[in-house]
Each structure stands twice: as C-alpha cells, then as structure tokens.
C-alpha cells in the first residue's frame, strides 16, 4: 500500500508564490521519479516537473524559471516551489510516483490539490 499526500495548494494573485509538498510513504523499495502534473478544466493532464533518482530534473517550457521542484530523499517528500504565478497555471496539481516494489515497477497518483491564480 502507497500513499501520497499532497499540500500545499490555494488561491494566490499574479505573480504571487505557492508551495507544493507530496509524501510518499508505504510499501515503496526505490523511487524511480516523483513528478508534479496538472490539469486545467477541459484540458489534458501534463507534465510540469519531474525528479528521476539520481538525474537532472526537467521542466514544461511554460514554467521554466518560475518553478523548482525538490526532493528529501530521506523523507520521500518532493516540493515544487511557484513563483511568478500566471492565471494560466490555474489547475489541479497532481504528484505522481514511479517506484520499485516486489520486482515490478508501478506508477501511483495523489488525489490532487488545486492552484487558483487569479488575475
């Protein structure tokens, strides 16, 4: 059993600031790479950021230089700290995990947190 729990979300104005923290804990042997997701009503889920193990991490070209995502590997925590908010990146912000466990791979996602940037 995985669990996820994600914080942080809530309403801010432009060019305000938000921070995001998921907790993975659970049956989980290696983590192979957290990300943060998101999707806005009426649009597909995407990738905003992702942190492989032992990797550079990447970004969405539209938050390049406004977020940073993080991870404590002692506390399978990742957070994606949002600068410079933009009303378009108004969304429910989803973690994801991708882990080792009992030989096989598997992939888990939290429940969501909303991000309201407001104009």
């Known amino acids: 059993q995985v669990q996820l729990v994600e914080s942080g979300g809530g309403l801010v104005q432009a060019g305000g600031s938000l921070r995001l923290t998921c907790a993975a804990s659970?049956?989980?042997?290696?983590?192979?790479?957290m990300g943060w997701y998101r999707q806005a009503p009426g649009k597909q889920r995407e990738l905003v950021a992702a942190?492989?193990?032992?990797?550079?991490?990447n970004y969405a070209d539209s938050v390049k230089g406004r977020f940073t995502i993080s991870r404590d590997n002692a506390k399978n925590t990742m957070y994606l700290q949002m600068n410079n908010l933009k009303p378009e990146d108004t969304a429910v912000y989803y973690c994801?995990?991708?882990?080792?466990?009992?030989?096989?791979?598997?992939?888990?996602w939290g429940q969501g947190t909303q991000v309201t940037v407001s104009s």
């Open positions: 994801n995990l991708v882990y080792w466990v009992g030989g096989s791979m598997n992939t888990y």
């Open positions: 942190i492989p193990s032992g990797s550079s991490t």
């Open positions: 659970g049956s989980i042997f290696r983590i192979v790479v």
